[in-house]
């Protein structure tokens, strides 16, 4: 009874410990098998840190302009992520315009971003700043912002599932590659639906056959998943921790674009 407990926690411990910049990894030592299991519950850690940043563009926006209001919160995300995914999209970007799949991995190591890089950063920070501007100082801001969060972490326990790990050294996404399980992958999937659909209820996206928002967010996030992980298989072999960091980032902004369409 004890052990699936401690199993349990040390999986919480672990997702939020891969995910954020908290020390909750300083509480007990972990390993690839705990960021796993841990796995499941990424959207979970998704919403949590959408709620900062929906929730400080929500009540920033009612004393700030709403642009300065979503710069800052943006700023909230980047701060308590550690920019994670940004610089995951950043190497990718970089990275897959090299000839060869030795080429494009020994690119994305280098932590030195090129001018792909850098204009996919710029492009990824304006249309999510635009994006939380039009919802500053709602309460949309906050719940939307929740669906987006919860919903991008799904995709890299979905792509460890179904794509060979691509790196050819040890990285942040061998812990999911080299424990691959569809059953934890559809776990993920299942929890970020259930917060999706709670957080566009909650948001009063409610359409008469169920929230509205929910099948453009849906299919927002299946297709970039689909992209990434076909292009990642294309020019890698497979997917990397980078790899795995810009597909959340990109599905989280195409979720964001598709409810604030939604609304607008």
């Known amino acids: 009874m004890i052990a699936p407990v401690v199993l349990g926690l040390r ?3 672990a997702a939020f410990s891969f995910l954020t910049v908290l ?4 509480l007990v030592a972990l390993d690839g098998k705990d960021v796993a299991r841990g796995s499941v519950l990424f959207p979970l850690v998704g919403g949590a840190i959408g709620a900062l940043t929906g929730g400080a563009a929500w009540i920033l926006g009612d004393h700030l302009p709403p642009m300065l209001a979503a ?3 943006v700023a909230i995300g980047a701060a308590v992520t550690g920019a994670l995914h940004l610089d995951g999209l950043a190497d990718c970007a970089d990275g897959f315009g090299a000839r060869t799949p030795e080429d494009r991995l020994r690119v994305m190591r280098d932590h030195t971003n090129g001018t792909y890089g850098g204009t996919a950063l710029l492009l990824d920070l304006l249309i999510r700043v635009a994006a939380l501007s039009a919802l500053a100082g709602s309460k949309e801001a906050l719940w939307i ?3 987006a969060g919860a919903l991008s972490r799904a995709a890299g326990p979905v792509l460890a599932a179904r794509l060979p790990y691509a790196a050819d050294r040890p990285g942040a996404g061998e812990a999911l590659n ?3 399980s569809f059953v934890r992958a559809i776990a993920a999937v299942f929890l970020a639906l259930v917060i999706l659909s709670l957080s566009l209820w909650a948001a009063g996206l409610n359409g008469s056959d169920g929230p509205a928002g929910f099948t453009p967010a849906l299919i927002a996030a299946v297709v970039v998943v689909l992209l990434v992980g076909w292009t990642a298989k294309r020019r890698l072999g497979g997917v990397t921790g980078d790899v795995m960091g810009a597909c959340s980032e990109l599905v989280e902004l195409a979720v964001l674009v598709a409810l604030v369409a ?3």
């Open 178 to 180: 080299a424990n691959p």
């Open 145 to 147: 912002s929740v669906a």
């Open 71 to 73: 710069v800052l919160a």
């Open 11 to 13: 999986a919480v411990v």
């Open 262 to 264: 939604t609304i607008s």
């Open 23 to 26: 020390p909750f990894g300083r």
